[in-house]
Each structure stands twice: as structure tokens, then as C-alpha cells.
């Protein structure tokens, strides 16, 4: 079977987010069980591609508009990541240093989009099954059914795997003239509430959809940013299977940068020795319980409740605790975070922008991660900070209800919380603390979870299944 993922993320070309993580796992794995997975990205002028090879195996040119594009499809030589990995560069337009945050963001994606078809259809290509990854590639489904050019793909099965909901790419009619010319009498599937959506069109016209976890999934029906109504009626088609981690990358038994390796035998002193290093590096107290937030600083992420959540434990005496913060994003509230700095010195310590080798550090010397999101369609940093020993203290919601079971309830391992609330929070935070306090249960809980098998194998196979339902 051939599957070409297609995405504008994939870990280590391009990483914003988890979308990035999951497309530079899953064709791996799934190459592992057979499958001639591949993945298409745009080219970003990035240390990926500028420290790795690349050969030109197409090139073509095409209308966007009344403007011209002259595309290459270059391959990486070597599939250093585990699968075949393409970029298309178009100059101008997908040649940049960052992913999103482009004015001319709109015409980006499209440009992508009608590339990658035409490269298929120039060069006689013809996978089994394509899987688009959110709303930036959401027009694909539609193009390969509509288009006057890439009916030849009509027949061709799409799977289109919703990450994050909340963001749909909507655009105005009037870029509608950028479109390779379709039939016109199939106008609404793009349409919804007067914009182009194209998160609502690839759920209209996908053979299948998928979520990247079963809580997300049944969420969708409910909050969805104005879908509610279409994910419900297209219900029939959607699945949820809960992302995997890349356990050759996340293995504090062998990963290269962490301060010292352990497994579930050594964790209790191969933890502690991390954390006296990371401590000493970031001047905590290592005697202390370690809480860490890793993530972007965005309201969905319930990052505007750190500042709070750390004046409520700090401004009592009696919560001995560290806090740790990485992560960028929102201005405001990274500025909020930056002010209490300054106002609790050794107790409060920060790395703000994005830092792989640092949160590999920080899952290995924490005791404690908190995921206070008001949406989290999976979740992956509580599936990392398990498979490091680090105890998740999490809003049930989306995946992270699904992956995270409360050690209140049998065969617990976590600390659930029920609202996106500082007071929430820090009650869980608290439940934490206490269970860290007494050293058993602690190293009971340490070993459940490292145990647990979030690998990429299971979640591959089931993507398997569903291509060949399809």
C-alpha cells in the first residue's frame, strides 16, 4: 500500500507544535508494518534543509491567479528520518525561514496544494491512500474530486486527520479565483458561513476523517468553533485514534540529551541526579518538588492561568515547591511571566522561546508537569513526561482525559482536574505534592507509568485498518 502523508509540519524540518511530532513518527512506523508511507512538505530555508542533501526530481509550473508559479520537488537522498521525505519550493512563496504567521498565508497553502497534484499528476504518481494533516492541505479532498485537472484522483482515498479544530483556514470568496479551475456547481462544498473553510470542505468531501484522540473526537460534536453541526452529520466517517510518541527519540534510557540515563529500575536516583543538575543550572532548590509547564503560552493551552496559579502557591508559605516555565507565545502573558521572575528568585525559573534539547532536560529532572488546557485534542508532552518518569497534572479534557487516569481511580497514575481554573489547579497541584511527600506511593506511580506503551506501534496499525476499510 502507498500513503503520502501531507503536511506544512513534520519534526525535525519544521516544528511548531505536536502536528510536527506525529508526522515525523507515524510513516516510520508505519513503513515498519509494511506500508510505503511517505511525507510532502513545503521547503522552509531551515538547518534541516540546508544541513542534508536534496535532489530536484520534478519541476512544473502552473496558474494561480493570473500569476505564474515555477515549482522543484526535491527528495532528501538519504531518508535520514526513516521515509521518504519530499519538499516543494516555489520561490517566493515556499522558500521561508518560519510555518505560519504570513500575511499572504492563504495563497501559501494553496500554491502548496495545487503543486503536490501537479507534481502527482505530471509524474504518473498514484498512491492508494492520501492522508492530509489540518486545515492547510484541507482542500486537497476536494481538488482531487473537482478540479478539471486532478479528476485522474478521484478514485485515489483521503483520510484527513483533525489536530487542532479549532484552526480552519477560513479565507474570503474572493481568493476562490486562485483555485485550479473545479466545477462550479460544487461551490458549497467549500463554502461555510459565507467563507471558504477548508477544515469544512475536507470534512465534506474526505473518505474518512480521524482525530488524534477518542475524547477529541466525541468534544468535536459539541465544541467544534462553529463545525458542531458538520462533524455531527459526517459522524458516520470520523475516528478517533490517540497519537503515539516516537519512543526511539523519547527514551530517557538512551537519550543523548539528558545529564544522566535511567529506566524504570534506576529512575529514582537517575532523576535525582538530573535534577540536582538542572536545579544547579537554573538555581532551585533541588530538595524541593519540581513542577514544570511546557508549551506554547496560548489561552487553548490555559497558559493566561500560570501567573495566577504561581501567586497562589507562592503567596503561602506553607508550599514548598520549584516552578519551572519554557515556552513562548502570547506576548501578554509571557510578559506576566517574566514580572514574577524578579519577585520569587529561587523558586521560580523560565526559558522563554522553544527548546528541544531543554525540554528533554526538563522532562528528566521534574517531578511534576501541569496541563491546565482548555482544549487538547491529544496532548503529547503528558505522554513524554510519563515515559520520563514525571507525574502529569492534567484538565480532563480531550486526550488528555483519555491518557491520564487519576490515582483516585483504580489503577491510577495521574492528577485529574475537572475545570480550566487556577483554583483547580492548584488543588491538584497540592494532591500532587502530598503523594510526592510520601516516598512508596511516588515511586509506585513512577513505575506504573513508565511502563505504559505509548509507542507509535498500536496507533500505526490502526491508521492501517482504516486505509484498507477505505
Known amino acids: 500500500m502507498h500513503v503520502i502523508h501531507l503536511s506544512v509540519e513534520c519534526f525535525p524540518l519544521a516544528k511548531v507544535g505536536g502536528l510536527a511530532d506525529v508526522v515525523g513518527a507515524l510513516p516510520r512506523y508505519q513503513r515498519k508494518l509494511g506500508v510505503d508511507a511517505w511525507v510532502v512538505c513545503p521547503y522552509y530555508d531551515k538547518p534541516f534543509t540546508r544541513d542534508n542533501h536534496f535532489s530536484t526530481i520534478a519541476k512544473g509550473a502552473f496558474f494561480q491567479g493570473s500569476e505564474e508559479f515555477h515549482y522543484e520537488v526535491l527528495k532528501e537522498t538519504k531518508d535520514s528520518l526513516g521515509f521518504p521525505l519530499y519538499l516543494i519550493r516555489i520561490p517566493g512563496k515556499l522558500d521561508r525561514q518560519e510555518v505560519y504567521c504570513y500575511p499572504d498565508e492563504a495563497e501559501q497553502w494553496i500554491a502548496f496544494q495545487h503543486a503536490f497534484l501537479h507534481w502527482l499528476k505530471n509524474s504518473q504518481i498514484k498512491p492508494d491512500v492520501i492522508n492530509c494533516h489540518d486545515h492547510h492541505v484541507g482542500l486537497v479532498p476536494f481538488l482531487m474530486k473537482n478540479a478539471d485537472d486532478f479528476k485522474t484522483f478521484a478514485d485515489v482515498k ?45 470534512i465534506k468531501c474526505c473518505d474518512a476523517f480521524t482525530t488524534v484522540s477518542l475524547g477529541y473526537l466525541q468534544e468535536l460534536y459539541e465544541q467544534a468553533n462553529g463545525l458542531e453541526s458538520l462533524f455531527s452529520s459526517e459522524a458516520a ?20 540529551l539528558i545529564h544522566v540515563n535511567y529506566d524504570v529500575e534506576s529512575s529514582k536516583k537517575g532523576k535525582a541526579k538530573n535534577k540536582k543538575a538542572f536545579c544547579e543550572k537554573y538555581s532551585l ?22 501567573p495566577e496559579i504561581i501567586v497562589h502557591i507562592f503567596s503561602n508559605p506553607e508550599n514548598k515547591i520549584s516552578i519551572f516555565i519554557l515556552g513562548s507565545g502570547d506576548v501578554q502573558i509571557q510578559a506576566n511571566l517574566q514580572a514574577l521572575l524578579a519577585a520569587y528568585p529561587g523558586q521560580l525559573a523560565a526559558f522563554f522561546g522553544y527548546h528541544e534539547a531543554l525540554a528533554h532536560e526538563v522532562y528528566a529532572a521534574a517531578d511534576m508537569i501541569l496541563m491546565p488546557s482548555r482544549v487538547e485534542p491529544c496532548g503529547l508532552n503528558q505522554l513524554y513526561a510519563m515515559k520520563y518518569g514525571t507525574i502529569p497534572i492534567v484538565r480532563g479534557i480531550g486526550g488528555l482525559k483519555d491518557t491520564v487516569i487519576d490515582v483516585d481511580v483504580r489503577n491510577g497514575y495521574g492528577f485529574v482536574f475537572p475545570e480550566a481554573d487556577s483554583t483547580d489547579a492548584v488543588s491538584a497541584i497540592g494532591r500532587a505534592v502530598d503523594y510526592i511527600g510520601q516516598r512508596g506511593k511516588m515511586q509506585r506511580i513512577r513505575r506504573k507509568e513508565m511502563e505504559l506503551d505509548f509507542s507509535w506501534d498500536k496507533s500505526a496499525q490502526q491508521y492501517i485498518n482504516l486505509y484498507n476499510r477505505l
Not at 160 to 179: A, E, P
Not at 243 to 252: K, L
Open 237 to 256: 466517517k470520523g475516528y478517533g485514534i490517540v497519537n503515539g510518541i516516537d519512543d526511539a527519540y523519547w527514551n530517557p534510557a538512551e537519550d543523548k
Open 158 to 202: 483521503t483520510v484527513f486527520t483533525v489536530h487542532n479544530g479549532q484552526y480552519q483556514g477560513w479565507m474570503n470568496w474572493n481568493k476562490g479565483i486562485l483555485l485550479p479551475a473545479f466545477d462550479t456547481w460544487k461551490w458549497g462544498l467549500l463554502d461555510w458561513d459565507g467563507l471558504i473553510n477548508p477544515l469544512a470542505t475536507a
Open 285 to 306: 532548590d533541588e530538595t524541593l518538588p519540581l513542577l514544570t509547564y511546557i508549551g506554547r503560552f496560548a489561552t487553548e493551552k490555559g497558559a493566561d492561568l500560570l
